[in-house]
């Protein structure tokens, strides 16, 4: 069989391909070589397998073959069968999976798919640096002194000395100490500018800059732009941040290492945060806008004037897109019927970004005397519901202010009188204050400002007695009041002003010591639970550790927390390891339960807005069982809001709370 030139299957099929159908049946030889052999027609009734002496040829190798054994398909040789089946093969194993293809997605932004080509590179050279800004950054402040000194400027720290390297640099034409150093030491051309701007005879002093600070600091690598990019966008996309910041990465890299520990929790999270890719790439771009806008207000290179201006323009530039979002979530809130998980993922809306900017634009506006503007944005920001709901009452009060005293003014008089002018809009005001009452968005911390308001306005338009509004069952309580003299202790008598520069050294900010007063602990700076819908969307886990508390399990649940987490050093929002047990005890003691209780739930609740104006002082008496709350305030100073409103939930709640003037007989200097 090994001598076979091919299968012979194969080759009885070949013989009976396309078969006639005739009343006899000829058999050929198969090609012309075997012209010689005979040919034989069998009669209707005799068939292939009557006849066996028609194959007793020279070719006694031949198998035979049945009927059925013809009938099937050809079939491959060997070789071709092995082609055919690793071909198979192959393509099955190249095309991706679905994880294969999400991983591939990541780096559409990129350009690329999952073969990256020489083009893509996860660092950048020094030759990528194109501007002195980025230069001059690389730079110690002995380095930046060095070259300060040299380009003869000056500067009392390391931003005033890189404002005015920046300046020189964009200010003139050519310096000889930078000219005279156009090659290394070893005679190579400088890094960092292409060779058209290394051989051109008229070099701007910001390229020259550049040129010698690149060649002082030698080679230098940084993290490229794409793949920067692209981390950024996975690390907002799964951690839902809603603030863009350089450092995100600090906490979870922290933990990873165990640097930090965090409690235990089950998180539920949604899968469906952004509808599309091109709502998550705005609100990227919106969160960095929002990002470089607050960096530019808290930099020393700008004016006021040119903040403000900044503002303005860029709260003008987002209005349209700002509109256009509104009119799109009000359809998609009429359309939608779970509108607790809408409130949430609001959050990750462009139009929530935009809003803070336009808010942010108020601010400016009225510092331009744009009275007539700021007002029409006013409100615009009160007739939608959608975005910043606390910040509703800020924009009620300054409503209400503009209208009592600005409007009438840049508003047209309509053929009214001065008098009928001023009186129409300190109406409006009062109408505003009412809507601002009414307005269930707007936090009880504004209600005292706009009640004071409309009493004052009623009075000034002569209403009568009997229809005034009436705030007397709603009047926060007052504290008692307590005076204590002492003798104030300063540090250091006051400097007398001079002409004479002091270095930058200020006294302002001193601290004042006060006999006989006790100190106070510092402050566990909060992070977190600024959201509106804390309390709400945890209502039964709250009510039940609220019910404990009230029953009296605190002191169960502080020992139970502090064992388990103290030796870890859990961070948590609030807490500060810095106490002893056996003194949180006491206090937990000395609290009635509902008292506690009430506390609690007013921090979870409304944690944006009761965040401050907690009393100075916390005293307690293990002897009487009781507690009290302290706000110290000097001669000259008053009672905010806030203070106020916690006193009047303090006071509700059964705890004493005493309202302490401190008056200096006397000032000594140490």
Not at 87 to 99: G, H, I, M, V
Not at 386 to 404: C, D, I, M, N, T
Request: net charge negative; proline share 4%.
């Amino acid at each position: 069989m090994g001598d076979w030139p091919c299968s012979p299957a194969r080759k009885r099929v070949r013989r009976l391909e396309n078969p006639e159908p005739s009343s006899s049946t000829r058999i050929e030889p198969e090609a012309e070589s075997d012209s010689d052999s005979k040919k034989v027609e069998l009669s209707p009734s005799e068939s292939v397998g009557d006849r066996p002496d028609l194959f007793d040829d020279e070719d006694d190798s031949r198998p035979s073959q049945t009927e059925l054994e013809t009938s099937l398909p050809p079939v491959k040789t060997d070789q071709e069968a092995i082609d055919e089946y690793e071909f198979s093969n192959t393509s099955r194993s190249t095309e991706p999976d679905l994880q294969e293809r999400y991983e591939n997605g990541l780096f559409i932004e990129l350009g690329r798919t999952a073969n990256l080509t020489d083009a893509f590179r996860f660092a950048e050279g020094i030759e990528e640096i194109t501007t002195l800004e980025e230069a001059s950054s690389l730079l110690f402040l002995d380095e930046l002194k060095v070259f300060a000194k040299e380009a003869k400027i000056q500067g009392k720290n390391k931003k005033d000395l890189l404002k005015a390297l920046q300046e020189a640099g964009s200010s003139q034409t050519g310096l000889g100490w930078l000219r005279s150093q156009t090659l290394d030491d070893d005679g190579s051309p400088e890094i960092g500018l292409n060779p058209s701007s290394r051989h051109t005879r008229r070099t701007t002093t910001n390229e020259l800059f550049i040129r010698k600070i690149l060649n002082h600091i030698g080679d230098c690598i940084r993290l490229a732009s794409a793949p920067l990019k692209l981390f950024e966008r996975v690390h907002l996309v799964f951690y839902r941040s809603t603030e863009w910041s350089e450092k995100s990465l600090t906490t979870i890299i922290l933990a990873k290492i165990s640097r930090r520990n965090y409690p235990e929790y089950i998180v539920l999270r949604s899968n469906s945060i952004f509808p599309t890719r091109s709502a998550l790439l705005e609100f990227e771009a919106a969160i960095r806008i929002q990002f470089d806008l607050d960096n530019a207000m808290e930099s020393g290179n700008l004016t006021i004037l040119d903040k403000l201006q900044k503002i303005k323009d860029l709260s003008r530039s987002v209005y349209p897109r700002w509109k256009a979002l509104l009119n799109q979530e009000h359809l998609r809130e009429n359309g939608c019927n779970d509108l607790g998980e809408i409130v949430y993922l609001r959050r990750f809306s462009p139009a929530w970004v935009y809003t803070r900017i336009v808010h942010k634009g108020l601010y400016a506006l009225g510092r331009f005397k744009e009275y007539n503007k700021e007002h029409e944005l006013l409100v615009e920001l009160l007739e939608q519901r959608f975005f910043h709901p606390s910040r509703r009452g800020v924009w009620y009060q300054r409503k209400a202010l503009l209208e009592e005293h600005y409007m009438w003014s840049v508003a047209p008089f309509e053929g009214r009188s001065e008098e009928a002018q001023k009186r129409k809009w300190k109406r409006n005001a009062l109408r505003t204050c009412e809507e601002g009452l009414q307005d269930p968005d707007c936090h009880l911390i504004y209600h005292y400002d706009l009640q004071k308001r409309i009493m004052k306005l009623e009075r000034s338009l002569n209403i009568a007695k009997r229809e005034q509004h009436d705030f007397s069952h709603v009047m926060l309580t007052k504290p008692e009041e307590r005076t204590i003299e002492g003798i104030r202790v300063e540090k250091d008598p006051p400097i007398k002003p001079t002409s004479k520069p002091t270095g930058g050294y200020s006294f302002r900010g001193r601290p004042t010591i006060w006999i006989d007063e006790r100190e106070g602990g510092g402050e566990c700076r909060v992070e977190n639970l600024h959201t509106d819908s804390f309390y709400s969307s945890r209502i039964s886990e709250m009510n039940h550790r609220l019910a404990q508390i009230s029953n009296g399990e605190a002191e169960t649940l502080l020992r139970q927390v502090y064992e388990r987490e103290c030796p870890k050093q859990t961070c948590a929002i609030g807490i500060d390891w810095s106490f002893g047990l056996e003194d949180l005890v006491e206090i937990v003691q000395c609290f009635h339960g509902e008292a506690l209780a009430t506390i609690c739930k007013v921090m979870a609740q409304e944690y944006q807005q009761r965040g401050s104006g907690v009393p100075d002082l916390f005293l307690w008496s293990m002897e009487r069982k009781e507690v009290m709350f302290v706000e110290v305030k000097s001669l000259n100073d008053r009672l905010s809001d806030s203070q106020r409103l916690w006193i009047h939930v303090l006071t509700g709640a059964g705890v004493r709370v005493e309202l302490c003037n401190a008056v200096a007989r006397e000032v000594r200097y140490l």
